[in-house]
């Protein structure tokens, strides 16, 4: 091996040589030369051995070496005079870099004087030097060696960079085995997973099926039914159409009955008034008062109404033969109220008796019954509340609208008043605004009345078969407003006090009257009628009541007179040759009611309470009994 300096220098030496002899030739040939020709003179001297050097130097340059250089000088200039070493040498770093294919070398070798050796790159041919060139020339065995060369060291590359992929393959395997046995444990828990929530949804899936096969066949049940329960309605439909129309005129026919039989029960009803009138009989009806308030909770007494409203029937239990017993007993009536008539149902049963009196006759309307079942409400009721309001302000407004009316006929009415009560069988005015007797004890005003000249008396008129109380106020009012302030006033007045059958118990019978005297000057015509509504106090079972003292008193006094009074009743009754009105003030007082030509009507009163039935059986008993009673014919004044 000579060194490489020496062998540079004597390179360099030729090619000077060379460049200049090729300079003449070309100058006479016109030869081409491209413009990097002094390269390739520089190129040209480079002998074999350096060409080695330069292609170790061009393979580790790798992609820029002077080969491409002189390759692209190639591509520019049809012929140039490159060595063919040189040539071979850019082919076979071209082979080396990227484009080894596409450039093929064809050394020729030497050839004729002008042509020398030629090489082909990509289809152009390149004419050698000259073969007398003073350059060595390459010979096809050198050019073999150093493709052959170009391509072991071409390989050798190749190989180191399989071998650093090699191994970066290798690190890169060997990190994933390392995450191999994890990633198997997280692929089999996934798989498990999967399988775990496979089955989850298998059976899921299954539930679902199931239960839409069983909606479907509720479905196809349900429209069947649907259909079937459409055909039905519409079926029903049109009955319901049928039996509308039928309801209809039904309705009508109802409608025309019922309007025929308002009018044939008003003709009963003025017939049964006539009968009675002419009959002479006391008209007896019967009030069921309702549960207040304050006795909810407490047993109730059976009663029960008949639809006809004549009867009511009682039903008790009694122990007999060891045996318990229902016990009904059924009581007649001109009319019953059950609990739910309220104070314009009774009056409008009332009302004729009311314009009688307006006619001329004397009417008696008294209310009877035990303590506590409804007398005084339904005698006074409310007076200032239109729909609570009693018979009493009920026949004053009626007989002032009556009068109104008649007033156009031609008459004159005149209204007086008197309203007393029988206390401790003493009258006591209630009209009169001295009340110094009232504050006294029963028997003070007792021992006081009757000391007094003052004390009320009851005188009986013939002529007009009227009882007129002497000494007490008569009062003639021509104002309706002015007798509900009077009412109000005595209704005040009366004895009252609280027992443990009634908070506002009457310890009096108070009796309101109203004597109506019409004059018509017109038809030459008078009238003289009056109109007794009484309260009587209630009869009382002492030691239910838990009255003492004064209170006792006044209820024996009061189960005295309503036992006179029954008493009374029953001689008219059996027609008994002495009926004995002096044994008692309100007997008296009811004289010419009971026993002469008064239209009487009584009102027994009854409690709903299971505690009163026996009280309640009394009353009921008495008011059949009274309506038996054949007090005379009445007449008119
Ligand atoms: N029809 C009714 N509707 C509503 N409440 C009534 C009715 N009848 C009576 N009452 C009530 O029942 C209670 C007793 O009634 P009331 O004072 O009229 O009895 P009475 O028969 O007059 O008793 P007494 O003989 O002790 O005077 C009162 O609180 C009254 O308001
Ligand atoms: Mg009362």
Wanted: charged fraction near 30%; include cysteine; proline fraction near 2%.
């Amino acid at each position: 091996m000579f060194s490489k300096e020496g062998k540079t220098n004597s390179n360099r030496k030729r090619i000077n040589e060379e460049t200049s002899i090729s300079k003449n030739k070309k100058l006479k040939k016109k030869t081409a030369i491209g413009p990097n020709s002094e390269n390739g003179l520089v190129t040209s001297n480079i002998s074999a051995g350096t060409s080695d050097a330069i292609i170790k130097e061009a393979s580790k340059k790798k992609k820029k070496t002077p080969f491409n250089d002189v390759a692209n000088d190639v591509k520019r200039s049809t012929a140039f005079p490159i060595p063919t070493g040189l040539m071979s040498g850019k082919a076979s770093g071209k082979a080396s870099g990227t484009a080894s294919e596409k450039a093929s070398v064809k050394a020729s070798g030497a050839s004729g004087k002008a042509s020398g050796k030629t090489v082909s790159y990509k289809n152009t041919t390149i004419k050698s030097y000259c073969p007398s060139s003073p350059l060595r020339p390459i010979t096809k065995s050198m050019a073999e060696r150093i493709r052959l060369r170009t391509k072991v060291l071409e390989y050798k590359e190749q190989l180191a960079e399989v071998r650093r992929e090699t191994v970066e393959i290798k690190e890169y395997n060997r990190a994933i085995e390392s995450r191999l046995p994890k990633l198997h444990d997280e692929l089999i828990q996934i798989e498990r997973d999967y399988e775990e929530q496979a089955a989850k949804y298998d059976e899921e899936f299954k539930k679902l099926n199931e239960q839409c096969d069983v909606i479907n066949e509720d479905n196809n049940i349900s429209s069947e039914n649907i259909v079937n329960i459409r055909k039905d309605l519409e079926l029903k439909k049109d009955k319901i159409i049928e039996q509308k129309l039928s309801y209809e005129s039904l309705l009508k026919q109802i409608q025309e009955n019922y309007a025929r039989l308002k009018i044939e029960e008003d003709t009963r009803k003025d017939l049964h008034n006539q009968h009675l009138d002419l009959k002479g009989n006391i008209r007896v009806m019967c009030r069921v008062r309702p549960y207040t308030d304050k006795e909810n909770g407490i047993e109730r007494a059976n009663l029960k109404c008949s639809d006809d409203k004549r009867t009511i029937q009682v039903s008790t239990k009694r122990l007999r033969l060891w045996q318990m017993q229902t016990e009904k007993s059924t009581y007649e009536f001109d009319h019953v109220f059950d609990e739910s008539a309220d104070q314009n149902e009774i009056y409008l049963e009332l009302c004729s008796l009311v314009q009688s009196a307006i006619d001329g006759y004397n009417v008696c309307i008294f209310a009877y019954g035990q303590t506590g079942s409804g007398k005084t409400y339904t005698m006074e009721g409310e007076v200032n509340n239109p729909e609570k309001k009693g018979i009493i302000p009920r026949s004053i407004d009626e007989i002032f609208d009556k009068i109104k009316e008649t007033s156009k006929l031609g008459w004159d009415f005149k209204v007086y008043v008197q309203y007393v009560e029988i206390y401790n069988e003493t009258i006591q005015d209630l009209l009169t605004d001295e009340d110094k007797n009232r504050k006294k004890s029963c028997k003070d005003r007792k021992k006081s009345c009757k000391e007094s000249k003052d004390l009320c008396k009851i005188v009986y008129h013939e002529d007009t078969r009227m009882t007129i109380i002497e000494n007490a106020e008569r009062r003639n009012i021509s104002k309706k407003k002015d007798m509900e302030i009077l009412i109000c006033k005595a209704s005040n007045r009366r004895s009252k006090s609280s027992t443990n059958s009634n908070s506002v118990s009457s310890r009096s019978h108070g009796v309101f009257i109203l004597h109506l005297e019409g004059e018509n000057p017109i038809e030459n015509m008078s009238s003289r009628g009056s109109l007794n509504l009484i309260d009587l106090a209630g009869s009382e079972n002492i030691d239910k009541s838990g009255s003492v003292g004064d209170q006792m008193t006044e209820a024996q006094s009061i189960n005295k007179s309503l036992f006179y009074l029954r008493n009374v009743i029953q001689q008219i009754k059996n027609k008994s040759n002495h009926v004995n009105y002096r044994d008692s003030v309100l007997t008296s007082l009811l004289k010419y009611s009971l026993g002469g030509t008064a239209k009487v009507c009584m009102l027994v009163n009854v409690s709903p309470l299971a505690e009163s039935i026996n009280e309640t059986k009394k009353s009921l008993s008495f008011g059949q009994d009274a309506r038996k009673t054949h007090v005379g014919t009445a007449i008119k004044n």
